[in-house]
């Protein structure tokens, strides 16, 4: 693994003005290409985050029974000074309303985020996005397996940059279009969930569409 020179994270675009089921997998196609670049520069810096860099593959051509490899990790260490500085004291809410209800409510939801390990998830964000460049939450409604299991009625997911990417317009203002996450599943085959901003799909391999339904999470 050698030096390599990194100048930030590609933003994925679509000429698109709507993503629908006649579109999507054109649009999806096209974004996994940029995004595996982006994935694999991501992977490259998070390994040289835990250690893994140059120094270690390097040979020695003189007197080569002599070599004492050592990796001083300054990444890990900008990373942590960083995170720390940025998320030393956990993140709330706040209102800069006079109104006592809208308060109310603010100190609702940050019983809300208590009850979920915000700050937990604050942390881990933070770390991704000074590790690699980019950072992507996740906020879902509670399912019905997860319904009264703690305070909250949401639950707040970090997602692995290298298998998720958001979609963006080349309109004015480069609105997000389409939010992707994807795993591989027990045969093998790549499973994407696509968030656009009334609609969800979920895609197999690229090609084919195996679910489709509204949503109303925006």
Known sequence: MGARALFGRRVIYTDVAEINA????????????????????????????????????REKEVRPEICNKVVENRANEIVSFKVGYLMGEPVQY???SDDKMVADKITTLNGYCLSED???????????????????????PDSVFEKGSDEAPFEIYTLDPRFAFVVYSTALGNPAMMGVK???????NLIFSCYTRDHYYEVENTW?????EPQILG
């Open 208 to 212: 084919a569409i195996i679910r489709s």
């Open 118 to 140: 915000k700050a937990a998830k604050d942390k881990e964000l933070a770390d991704w996005f000074h590790i690699c460049g980019t950072a992507y939450r996740m906020v879902l």
């Open 182 to 188: 994807y795993v591989t599943d027990e045969n093998g």
């Open 94 to 96: 706040v209102s800069r």
């Open 22 to 57: 006649g579109n999507i997998i054109d649009v999806l196609q096209k974004a996994l290409f940029v995004h595996l670049q982006n994935s694999a520069d991501i992977d490259y810096l998070y390994r040289y985050y835990r250690g893994d860099q140059p120094v270690l593959h």
